[in-house]
Nanobody
Framework: QVQLVESGGSLVQPGESLRLSCVASGFTFTGYMVGWYRQAPGKERELIGTITGTGHTHHVDSMKDRFTISRDNAKNTAYLQIDNLKPEDTAVYYC?????????WGPGTQVTVSS
């Protein structure tokens, strides 16, 4: 059974950093690209970037400067580092894989940026 669980979200002040985690189980983690997304209140879910099983990353242009995606295959975990957080980064953050043409999502982790 495929399972993705995000964690690491928190209430932080502008300028701080966070590292979010996505722990995967139920499938061969190394074989799949992981995507990170976020959904702000009242907005559609948007792609932040992806990382292949071998560690190649692609970040959406608007997310390249403050967002870093990585993974540790030995721990079945993908990470999203967010630096210099801004109030507009407030959102629920999700990880995603596509396996056998099925989208799998975790429950998300809430990031709130406020002074």
């Amino acid at each position: 059974q495929v399972q993705l669980v995000e964690s690491g979200g928190s209430l932080v002040q502008p300028g701080e950093s966070l590292r979010l985690s996505c722990v995967a189980s139920g499938f061969t983690f190394t074989g799949y690209m992981v995507g990170w997304y976020r959904q702000a209140p009242g907005k559609e879910r948007e792609l932040i970037g992806t990382i292949t099983g071998t560690g190649h990353t692609h970040h959406v242009d608007s997310m390249k400067d403050r967002f870093t995606i990585s993974r540790d295959n030995a721990k079945n975990t993908a990470y999203l580092q967010i630096d210099n957080l801004k109030p507009e980064d407030t959102a629920v953050y999700y990880c995603n894989i596509i396996r056998h043409a099925v989208n799998y999502w975790g429950p998300g982790t809430q990031v709130t940026v406020s002074s």
